[in-house]
Structures are given as structure tokens and as C-alpha cells.
């Protein structure tokens, strides 16, 4: 059943769909909801600020098992080696979103932001190891969106440590973008790591 699961390319499709809407439904739905509620503070419009909230961080925490669920999913049926590896790094990421969302930031910071870096970093991993899986014509665009998604994790964490230590400042807003392009590029990174082209092209051999 799993060999054939491998050789369905809807499955994969579907999955590779499922993580990318559950991403940007989880960025949407925590501002959406406080915007709703009027209690988004635009002093603190980043992620970690909008999940600082028992409710946001409860419903961003619900959506993630989607994405999560898709993530699992998708690497379990991918033809690409290291099954084990990263079945682990899936789940390491998923179990790393929802320990970010249990422990807000202003409750234990060290929780929140020891989830992040299991959720991203996990997640950057995943990535270089389905880059490295691919075939040589297709591996270089994969390392690329590796390299950019790694590029952007370590622009955005560097910047927040020296925010947090009074070194830098800069408004909430822009380390909003810098996390929502970490969501969102992770997302776009694992569909362009599909076995199959986007939408056309054959399984690699």
C-alpha cells in the first residue's frame, strides 16, 4: 500500500497543497481573530506578539495539526531516501509549532522561543536533506530555495536576538514580514521538493 501511495502523484499534490494553505491559514487565522476581537496591538504585530494571547495561540495551535498532519503525510510518501530522517524532522517541526504556541512569550520565553528554533531549524534541515535527495538536473533549484529559506531563518533569528538585547531596534512590523516569509517560505520550499514537477512533469527516477 505505501509503494503505491509513493507512486501516486495526487497524494503527494494534495499533501504538498495541504501544507502550503495550512501555513498561510495559521499566519491568518491568529491575526485575523485578534483583529476581530480588536486586540491587535501594533506595537507587537509579529507572530510571537499575536500568539502571546490564550485564544490566538490556541486556534494558531488547533490549525497547525493540518499542515503538521499534510507535512507527515507528504514525507511519508515521497520515493526520496532517508525515509526515517525525515519522518523525525517532520514531527520535530510540528511538535516545535505547537510547544511555540503552548508557552507564550510573555508566560516562558525560553519554551516559546526553544520551539521556534526546533520548528524552523528542523524544518531547514528537512529541506536540505529533500535538495539533496533530488536528481542532479533538479537539485540545484532545490538547494537554491534551501539556501534562501536558511538565508531568511538567520536573518530574522539574528535580528530578534540583538532586538532582545537592546543592541537593534526596529519596528514590530518588520520582523512580522521576517517571520511570515519564514512560514511561508518553508511551505513553498517543501512544494517545490515534490517528487513531481509542479504541475506537470514525471517522478524522478
Not at 487565522?29 to 509579529?46: K, N, T
Not at 528542523?122 to 533530488?134: D, E, I, T
Not at 530555495?145 to 540583538?162: D, K, N, R, V
Amino acid at each position: 500500500m505505501l509503494s503505491s501511495l509513493r507512486n501516486a502523484r495526487g497524494c503527494q499534490e494534495l499533501c504538498c497543497l495541504g501544507v502550503m494553505v495550512g501555513q498561510i491559514l495559521f499566519l491568518l487565522s491568529g491575526y485575523l481573530h485578534a483583529l476581530w476581537r480588536s486586540e491587535l496591538d501594533w506595537e507587537r504585530i509579529h507572530i510571537s506578539g499575536v500568539l502571546d494571547h490564550e485564544q490566538h495561540s490556541f486556534i494558531c495551535g488547533v490549525i497547525s495539526l493540518f499542515p503538521s498532519a499534510a507535512l507527515l503525510v507528504l514525507e511519508l510518501t515521497r520515493s526520496s531516501p532517508y525515509l526515517l530522517l525525515r519522518m523525525s524532522l517532520a514531527l520535530i517541526t510540528a511538535i516545535g509549532v505547537l510547544v511555540t504556541c503552548a508557552w507564550r512569550e510573555s508566560e516562558c520565553y525560553a519554551m516559546h522561543a526553544l520551539g521556534a528554533c526546533l520548528a524552523f531549524g528542523s524544518g531547514v534541515l528537512l529541506v536540505w536533506f529533500l535538495a539533496k535527495g533530488h536528481s542532479e538536473e533538479r537539485r540545484r533549484s532545490r538547494i537554491l530555495c534551501a539556501s534562501i529559506l536558511t538565508f531568511l531563518c538567520f536573518i530574522t533569528g539574528l535580528a530578534q536576538g540583538l532586538y532582545l538585547l537592546g543592541l537593534f531596534w526596529f519596528p514590530s512590523s518588520v520582523l512580522a514580514l521576517g517571520e511570515a516569509a519564514m512560514v511561508l517560505g518553508f511551505a513553498a520550499a517543501i512544494a517545490r521538493s515534490s517528487d513531481y514537477g509542479a504541475a506537470t512533469g514525471s517522478i524522478r527516477s
